[in-house]
């Protein structure tokens, strides 16, 4: 079965600082990767995903087979980053809506 | 554009007792899905569904039913509540069909207590 971890249950940088969130998995096959993004008093929500390799709110993730790791970076963190990030993997397009999450890195952006 | 949405928000039940969580979409999504997210957790899946009349377990469905009899609709089903399955509830629905389409939308969210 596939897993997804995220070693990093708190995360806490400075303004200007730069920023990586970590996330780990274990997968035999080619999954597909996401970062949902949970703000407070807001739903789960989409950040990115591997396969659009595109950066969203300064935010990229580059997914390495090698190192089977999709971690999360942005140069130059804000305080409106702060919230809460869920790595997560599909386990190939016949498993959609079968998402894995890790358990989750909460970030704070200090001023 | 409602999305999903999930109700009730919060809800307290007794031991035994059993309830139904109601999550509806109108994205028109085939895909839709029942998580549950304990503290210092992440979600993991408990049903899931393909399509209307099509459903299956998830990871930890033990406790829990659903049915699909139309695409927008997707409850839970709490058979007989335990303390164990206090928590918080999330519905996700994905157009699914090919890469481009497995996002998940998620909704709000159904906080539940059971004494």
């Known amino acids: 079965a596939q897993r997804v971890t995220q070693p990093e249950k708190l995360l806490s940088v400075f303004k200007g600082a730069p920023v990586e969130l970590k996330c780990n998995y274990s997968?035999?096959?080619?999954?597909?990767l996401f970062w949902y993004v949970q703000y407070s008093r807001q739903r789960l929500q989409l950040l990115l995903r591997h396969i659009s390799r595109e950066s969203i709110k300064g935010f990229t993730a580059d997914l390495n087979k090698g190192e089977t790791s999709f971690h999360l970076k942005k140069p130059f963190a804000q305080e409106e980053d702060s919230a809460m990030y869920y790595c997560?993997?599909?386990?190939?397009?016949?498993?959609?809506?079968?998402?894995?999450f890790g358990d989750g890195t909460t970030l704070t952006v200090k001023p | 554009n409602a999305g999903v949405t999930q109700t009730p928000k919060f809800q307290v039940l007794k031991t035994g007792q059993s309830m139904t969580l109601q999550c509806a979409q109108d994205m028109n999504h085939e895909y839709m899905s029942w998580y549950r997210q304990d503290p210092g957790m992440g979600l993991r899946l408990i049903h899931y569904s393909v399509g209307a009349g099509i459903t299956d377990q998830g990871e930890v469905p033990n406790g829990y039913n659903v049915s699909r009899s139309t695409t927008e609709d997707f409850p839970l089903r709490l058979l007989s509540a335990a303390p164990s399955q206090t928590s918080v509830y999330f519905c996700?629905?994905?157009?699914?069909?090919?890469?481009?389409?497995?996002?998940?939308?998620f909704g709000a969210g159904t906080r539940l207590s059971v004494l």
């Open positions: 997968y035999s096959g080619s999954p597909e």
């Open positions: 997560a993997l599909i386990a190939g397009n016949t498993n959609a809506g079968k998402s894995t």
């Open positions: 996700a629905s994905s157009q699914g069909g090919d890469l481009a389409k497995n996002i998940q939308y």
